[in-house]
């Protein structure tokens, strides 16, 4: 069923199991800046034993009609309808990077859609370099070797990079820079007390695009939120350190379904 209703919609995703399970919890996972639903490949498989997991494309994404967003609250919008679509029941909801500041703005905007978040390689105030957003537009390729360079701690296998490279040069400049836009002008640093669901924030040790400190800042903010700092990885933790990631997720729902249900 919802195979064909993702497709009818034209929403580009990854799913682990064919075939949803009324008995297992749901993991929507939502993509970074310039990125696609294969960036979650490390999770789309190897949690689908315990859970039903689903990671889309932003519009304008991969392969998701319409038109990239240069505004975090746009992106969440879009992703409520979604979900209120698709799902007869509240979903957890994962998001990595301008992923995570969707995520937040979703459970500030639709609460009533979610049993849980994950917030990943985030914070509360994505503030872009103006190098950046300048190099996007008119240096794209070797703007986004920088970036990426920046995203890796650097024991990361140089086979991440170039797959990270390759993803975020295909989505463009365009879809990118207005990616990087959206992150710039997300600030939430006031609202995060208003949110009242379960909550799991995870980082790399050695993030260089959105330090741990910005972990601690949502952690301190979410009432009640659990903090996990993954030692050693960069910015995409879920792929640096997939094993370590999982088994917090994994962790965190399971916690989680037990205290809903009690």
Known sequence: MILEELKGLKIGFKMGPQQFSEKKPTLVMIHGAGGRSQTWQGQIHPLKDSLNTLALDLPGHGKTVGQSKNRVDEYAHWLGEMLDVLFQEPVFLMGHSMGGAIVQETALLYPKLLKGIILAGTGPRLQVAPMFLEGFLNRF??????????????????????????????????????????????????????????????????????????SRILHESIRGSTLEVLPSAGHYAMIESYKEFNQSVRNFISESQVLLTA
Do not use: Q, W
């Open 141 to 214: 390729e070797e703007t986004v070797d920088l970036i990426i360079s920046y995203g890796y701690s650097s024991g990361a296998e140089r086979s991440m990079l170039r797959e990270g490279e390759k993803l975020m040069k295909e989505a463009g400049a365009k879809v990118v820079h207005d990616d990087f836009v959206a992150c710039d002008r997300f600030d939430r640093r006031k609202d995060l007390g208003s949110i009242n669901l379960p909550c799991l924030i995870v980082c790399g040790e050695k993030d260089k695009l959105t330090p741990p400190a910005l």
